[in-house]
Structures are given as C-alpha cells and as structure tokens.
C-alpha cells in the first residue's frame, strides 16, 4: 500500500521529485518523524499545531513555498472505515490573521495534502465513538522542484482555483 500510495503521487505531481522528511531535519525524538500515525480518542486534548516550518529547521532557513527550494507538504489519510458524522474527530484548519477556518470530516480514505506550515489541529472523537480511536496516517514530504523557476504549489489548474481563506 505504500508503495502504491507513493506512485500515485509522483504521478500526480511529476513536476516534483518526492522524499520524505529526515528525522534528522526537524529533531530525533520529537514526534515529528516522516510517517506518524494519529490515533484520537474521546476526551483527548489537542492543540493548534504546524507541522513544520523550514525557517526554523536546521539547513533549511527559508520561507516554505520559496521557488527551487524544497516545499514542506503533508499528506493525512483518514484510515477508520465507517466512521458516522455524529462520531466527530474532524480536522481543523486556522487561519492565524483572519482568526477564520474550516474543517474536513474523516472518511476513510480520504486524503489531505496541505502546506506543512497551516495551522490545524484535529478533534477528539464524542462520546458516540464507543471509545472507538479515529485513526489516520500522516507523512511528512518534501517536494523537490524539477525546475527551480516554478512557485511550488500543491493546487492543479485542472481543479480550479483555489479557495483561499483569510489572509493566505
């Protein structure tokens, strides 16, 4: 499955070679390994988050989206299969300037791919869960412009603009 999951997105993105984040670059022992796996439970406390910023991590020091450098991108797959809408456990997604947001419901399957510097957070599963862990899978990539000239960007002119939200 990862390999599987792996080829789609170098096929969906060829204009990028794709790695995934050293441990190295953002701190051993942090939690903030290239593959983690979230599992939320009801009365779970989660905080507000980055997953990284390149401006603060060693031998990269720059602004992420900078073009021809390396752009810190996220992928989280929502794994649970069957998980009802009054259950919770969305993610949350902030904008720091407009104090505005949205938020992503699981599915399983479903998949994120977001700017590893957004602020989000998920939410802890209700009381209807059962207890039930909402599950998901999250890797920490790194895609390497092919062409130094392109600004990176995850959005594909084939899907439209995208939707901006408050300042970004």
Known sequence: AI????????????????AHVDESAVGVGVGAGPHVV????????????IDADPRMLN??????????KPYFV??????????????DAET???????????????????TILMDQDITHRMSAPSKLANGKPRYSL??????????????????????GPPVRLGAS
């Not at 031998?59 to 992420?64: A, K, M, R, V």
Request: charged share 20%; with cysteine; glycine share 8%.
């Open 138 to 159: 999250v890797w920490k990539l790194l895609f390497v412009p092919k062409d130094a000239t392109i600004s990176p960007s995850i959005a594909k002119t084939a899907w």
């Open 74 to 87: 996220t992928m989280l797959i929502y794994i649970n299969e069957g998980w009802p809408t009054g259950w």
């Open 59 to 68: 031998g990269f020091g720059y602004p992420n989206r900078e073009p021809g």
């Open 38 to 49: 979230n599992a939320a439970v009801c009365g779970g406390d989660y905080r507000w988050h």
């Open 3 to 18: 390999v599987e999951v792996q080829t789609r997105l170098q096929q969906l993105y060829p204009e990028y070679t794709i």
């Open 92 to 110: 949350f997604f902030l904008d720091m300037e407009s104090d505005t947001g949205f938020f992503v419901r699981p599915a399983q399957f479903r």
